[in-house]
């Protein structure tokens, strides 16, 4: 592949009547790299995998896998990803054996390769003892490690995965981290949406922040964690109007005035834990001092709040929310587009 990038996608527009999920949308991503396209519930982030799996057309702009146009090379931009959606799409009543070994029929695999690729993968996603079982009795986590697998039949040089993680209990998201990881190891690059933010601040190598359908800042999570201050002070105030006024001091006092979350106080700070002392003292002066008091380190989280004002976990903005995936549902599912 040399230097040429593994996606690259510049001025992508995606309109559903009036309804604009993307708007402009650029990023690129080397090869061999995770890549974290993030935003909350709504902001477009599976319209762009739709896109770059050849299930959507884009408005306007153009998108690149491997240097293929994903309109005007749609087959063969096919054949080089793997696509495991927000849902499991295998079929619950076959076993996971089967579920693999159908896919890569699907997928054209030499029939010689077919067996040895199922049990590869179902070892190396730990699933052998439940490998003849009806994927109906499996977990949630088993479930998700059969699709990513399913995806990976054909060995793509590329992979994107759309909300992996979501609904697993944190046993399973860690195991399924330290598998992505192992794969990038290998040679695959992986584009990875996500809501969690904590996600993406411990897999990717650089991130996009997509809210309303726009690219709001595009960056490693490093960077991104420097510029907002690398320590967060939490004040819980017990009430929300104490909080309000605790605020208002402080913002007077310091130079960020902090978020306000009904009882709670969040402030970032480029110089540690130090101003909290002189913080303290001011609110003890004016009869406010805080029920619990917590520091810690900053996270994308507290990058994505500081941005957009809200969480990323939050759903989306509510009716007419501009990056709302469109009319005809999330991301497309199945294992290998």
Known sequence: ????????????????????????????VPPQSIFGLLGPNGAGKSTAIRVLTTILTPTGGRAEVLGYDVVRQAATVRGLIGLAGQYAAVDPNLTGRENLRLIGRLTHLP???IRPRAGELLERFDLVDAADRPVRTYSGGMRRRLDIAAAL???????????PTTGLDPQSRNALWAMIRELVGEGTTVLLTTQYLEEADKLADRVVVIDHGRVI???????LKSRLGNTVIELDMAEARRASRAAALIGDGFADRPDVDGPRLTLASRDGSRPLLDMLHLLEGNDLVPRTVAVRESSLDDVFLALTGHHAEADGAGPGNAGHDGPDGGAGEGSSP
């Open 1 to 28: 592949m040399g230097d040429r990038d593994a996606i690259a996608v510049d001025g992508l527009t995606r309109t559903f009547g009036r309804l604009t999920a993307l708007d402009d949308v650029s990023f690129h």
């Open 217 to 223: 800042v595009d960056d490693t999570p490093a960077t």
């Open 111 to 113: 029939r010689s390769r």
């Open 153 to 163: 039949v054909p060995a793509p040089p590329v992979l994107l995965l759309d909300e």
